[in-house]
């Protein structure tokens, strides 16, 4: 599928799922920029958290709050 989309000129594509997905994208190195949002409120109790790729040295984050919750960005490879 990714192929097929990068075939269309596809070249961002956001991620949204539970930590299995998000794991595996992780584990193929296909993580260019990661948003993790941090929140108060307990959804489910049993689920693990995904494995976040860290951020590259010359990354540039940034960290918001939002309400009650808080979002950190940070890019992987240094990209912009």
């Known amino acids: 599928v990714l192929r097929r989309l990068a ?3 596809v070249l ?3 991620v949204e799922g539970g930590a299995a997905l998000q794991s595996a994208f992780a584990d193929a190195h296909l ?3 990661v948003q993790h949002v941090v929140t108060p409120v307990l959804l489910r109790s049993g689920i693990a958290a995904p494995r976040l790729p860290a ?3 010359n990354s540039h984050s940034r960290v918001l709050t939002l309400g ?3 979002l950190t960005e940070w890019d992987v490879h240094g990209t912009d």
């Open 55 to 57: 951020a590259s040295a």
């Open 7 to 9: 075939d269309r000129g």
């Open 12 to 14: 961002s594509l956001l």
């Open 31 to 33: 993580i260019d920029r």
């Open 68 to 70: 009650n919750d808080v």
